[in-house]
C-alpha cells in the first residue's frame, strides 16, 4: 500500500488553463516536498513545505496537515510545464530526511 | 548555485562487471540517498548515509552496496551488473530532518 498517493495519474491541459495536482498521505510527516521531472531529466524541487501555502512564479503549493492533504497549482500554463509532477513526504519516525514518494502526476500542457 | 553532480549522464556496461556511479555535493549536508526510478514503481531507495562511514539500507539494496569516506562524496557500487539494473539512477542530498533536498541530474544505465 503506497502511503502517498497522487490524482490524477495523468493531466492533459491546453495552454493557460489553472492546473491542479493532488497529493494524499496517511502518515505523520514533518515536511511534503514537490518535485518536477522532465522527461529524460534529472529532479528538480520546487517546494518544501511543511504548513500554509507557498508560492514560487505561476507554481502554488498548499498543504492541510489535518486532512493529510497537498495541492500544486500552476496558473496560466504553458507547454513547458509539461513534466512529471512527484509529490513526497518526510514523515516522523522516519530516518533523517527519508522520503515516501508517490507515484508521479504527469501533466501534458498542449500549445 | 548549489548542486548535486552525478559522475555520467549515460553509462553502458556489461553483464558482470562492477560499476561505480559517483555523487558529489557542494552544500555540506549531512544525508546523502541514492535511489533508481524505474517506469510504473517510481523512486526507491537503495542505500543512504546520515554521515561519513555511515550508512543503512534502503528498499531494495539487494546487488548494491556504498561507500562514504568523505562527507561530499557518496558512491554507489554494483558488484557484479545485471541486466535487471537496468535503470535511472538519482543521487540526492539534504540537511538534517530534510532541509535543502536536492536531486543530481541522474544517471541512466544501461546493463547489456
Known amino acids: 500500500k503506497n502511503e502517498v498517493e497522487q490524482s490524477p495519474q495523468n493531466l492533459t491541459a491546453q495552454e493557460g488553463e489553472f492546473i491542479t495536482i493532488n497529493c494524499s498521505y496517511s502518515v505523520g510527516i514533518s515536511a511534503l516536498h514537490w518535485l518536477q521531472q522532465h522527461p529524460g531529466g534529472g529532479i528538480v524541487s520546487l517546494f518544501m513545505l511543511s504548513s500554509g501555502k507557498k508560492k514560487h512564479g505561476r507554481l502554488i503549493a498548499t498543504i492541510n496537515i489535518q486532512e493529510k492533504h497537498s495541492s500544486l497549482h500552476i496558473t496560466a500554463s504553458h507547454p513547458r510545464d509539461s513534466a512529471v509532477y512527484i509529490c513526497a513526504v518526510s514523515y516522523y519516525g522516519g530516518s533523517q530526511g527519508n522520503l515516501i514518494f508517490g507515484k508521479g502526476t504527469k501533466l501534458s500542457v498542449k500549445p | 548555485d548549489v548542486k548535486v553532480t552525478q559522475s555520467s549522464r549515460y553509462l553502458v556496461k556489461r553483464t558482470g562487471e562492477k560499476v561505480f556511479l559517483e555523487c558529489v555535493q557542494d552544500m555540506d549536508h549531512e544525508n546523502m540517498f541514492w535511489y533508481r526510478q524505474d517506469p510504473g514503481l517510481g523512486l526507491r531507495l537503495i542505500y543512504f548515509?546520515?554521515?561519513?562511514?555511515?550508512?543503512e539500507k534502503g528498499d531494495i539494496p539487494e546487488g548494491y552496496s556504498v561507500s562514504r569516506e568523505k562527507k561530499e562524496r557518496f558512491s554507489l557500487i554494483l558488484e557484479s551488473a545485471s541486466t535487471n539494473q537496468t535503470s535511472m539512477y538519482l543521487c540526492?542530498?539534504?540537511?538534517?530532518?530534510?532541509?535543502?533536498?536536492?536531486f543530481g541530474s541522474g544517471t541512466r544505465l544501461t546493463v547489456v
Open positions: 548515509s546520515y554521515d561519513v562511514k555511515m550508512k
Open positions: 540526492a542530498s539534504s540537511g538534517r530532518l530534510g532541509i535543502g533536498y536536492t
